[in-house]
């Protein structure tokens, strides 16, 4: 740590907010009330491609690919067209609007997290770093329980540029009214959350919270595996 840390940025989905189960609940409601269109495709047939290509769509949303509108529309267009389902032209904005109104709803937090909270809130200013879309990370909040913990809420929305690139770090810390010493990050993505944080002289926390996460060792990045252990850091 460079300097006294007065402030503490979070991203939320995978961080906090536990984005799988979550997500995994609200894709079984949509293929619940959608179910006269899916036939013979298996509710895990699915989830599984709508998963892989909402993933690959996301990466091309942080390099700037596509914006957010071709992002939550073709999730489920591509998803299924690849499942060769039949649809009227209007099902797709309605699919996905069903999705994030069921998803922003859903409560469970990452374990820990609100403990973790508990602990900090007392202690520093917290914020809420996210690629999300900043009217739906509002509802997961206030669903989970999280909302009054943060003074703060930065999105890409907001920003017209996600993570990682570094214009959203600088709006954050700008927003902060902190300096780059007085600010850490805590993520779960080394690439888009942590390097460009650290690249943009804030100090970061790598929270690995994924399986594969855990196998990659990265030099000279301070990481958890569970957030719990923030208590020790800071």
């Known amino acids: 740590m460079k300097g006294q840390i007065k402030m503490i ?17 609200a894709l ?5 009330k959608y179910n006269h269109i ?3 495709i298996s509710l895990n047939r699915f989830v599984e491609s709508y998963k892989k290509i909402n993933k690959r769509l996301w990466e091309m949303y942080r390099k700037k690919e596509i914006g957010q509108v ?7 267009e591509i998803t299924l067209n690849a499942l060769k389902i039949k649809h009227r032209e ?16 859903q409560k469970l937090l990452v374990d820990g997290a609100m403990e973790t909270l508990e602990y ?11 690629n999300g879309f900043r009217k739906t990370q509002i509802v997961k909040m206030k669903s989970s329980g999280i909302y009054d913990y943060f003074s703060i809420l930065v ?3 907001d920003v017209g540029f996600p993570k990682p690139d570094e214009r959203i770090f600088n709006y954050a810390i700008l927003m902060s009214k902190k300096s780059k010493d007085e600010i850490i990050y805590v993520g779960d993505d080394l690439e888009n959350d942590i390097l460009p944080a650290i690249k943009c002289g804030i100090d970061a926390i790598w929270f690995k919270n994924h399986e594969e996460s855990l196998q990659i060792q990265e030099k000279d ?14």
Do not use: C, P
């Open 221 to 234: 990045v301070l990481a958890i595996s569970k957030l719990i252990e923030l208590k020790n850091i800071l």
């Open 155 to 157: 999105s890409s929305e």
């Open 70 to 76: 071709e992002l939550k529309l073709l999730r489920f």
């Open 28 to 32: 079984k409601m949509v293929y619940q």
């Open 9 to 25: 940025y979070f991203d939320l989905d995978h961080t906090l907010w536990d984005f799988e189960s979550n997500s995994q609940e």
């Open 90 to 105: 209007d099902l797709i904005e309605e699919m996905n609007n069903t999705y994030l109104e069921i998803l922003s709803k």
């Open 38 to 40: 899916f036939r013979e």
């Open 120 to 130: 900090l809130k007392d202690k520093y200013e917290l914020g809420i770093l996210t």
